[in-house]
């Protein structure tokens, strides 16, 4: 509970225009008179006065927080309310990255306008929803001695997209096919600041180890 007590916390919704948010009362917001109480370590502290909840609260350092609003009486936890907010935005962060699913689309190195259209189609409706897309070009026969016709089948196809989406896997050879994975621009953009960040840190890095 860093920089004071937090009073309210509104849960965002989603839609246009002005909206009505849930809260989620803490603290002096808790309007109950009593509650049923949870310790910071999930142990169960029995039914107590809102006074008597709010009095520990300030004891251990921590936000009263109303986990169960229609229980009978309402559930309040200890806890850091402003860590537990960061944590649920990890979970939901890591459950949304692990979620996303990779398509795969095949092509040939000497695909036709007509099929190209289709197929980039299909790419540009993966990465609107905030999936990767792993692009195949498969070489047959003798294809596989011009490589540089899937090279730059990949620079068309990522000039077609490049308002959607990014390279997340550059082009390569693997056997009789060259591989490229697309990732929608905003994994783009938030892997790109992350390279850029430990780069920096290697320069400073390195610098320090210059001035020594």
Do not use: W
Not at 38 to 54: N, P
Not at 81 to 99: D, P, V
Not at 163 to 175: A, I, N, Q, R, S
């Amino acid at each position: 509970m860093a920089g004071g007590r937090v009073e309210i916390a509104r849960v965002k919704g989603r839609g246009y225009g002005k909206s009505k948010e849930p809260e989620v009362r803490i603290n002096q917001r808790i309007r109950a008179r009593e509650v049923r109480l949870v310790d910071t370590d999930g142990g169960q502290l029995g039914v107590v006065t809102i006074k008597e909840a709010l009095d520990l609260s300030e004891q251990r350092g921590v936000d009263l927080v109303e986990v169960a609003p229609n229980a009978e009486p309402p559930v309040c936890r200890l806890m850091d309310y402003g860590k537990y907010k960061y944590e649920l935005k990890k979970q939901a962060a890591a459950k949304k990255q692990k979620s996303q699913t990779v398509k795969e689309i095949k092509f040939r190195p000497n695909i036709g306008s007509h099929d190209l259209d289709v197929k980039i189609n299909h790419i540009r409706e993966f990465l609107e929803e905030d999936n990767k897309t792993k692009i195949r070009i498969f070489f047959r026969g003798r294809e596989i001695v011009h490589p540089e016709l899937g090279r730059k089948l990949a620079e068309r196809i990522l000039e077609r997209v490049a308002d959607l989406g990014g390279v997340d896997t550059p082009p390569k050879m693997e056997g009789k096919n060259l591989i490229m994975v697309i990732m929608p621009k905003k994994n783009t953009q938030e892997k790109k600041a992350q390279e850029k960040n430990t780069q920096g840190g290697k320069e400073n890095a390195e610098d320090q180890s210059e001035d020594k």
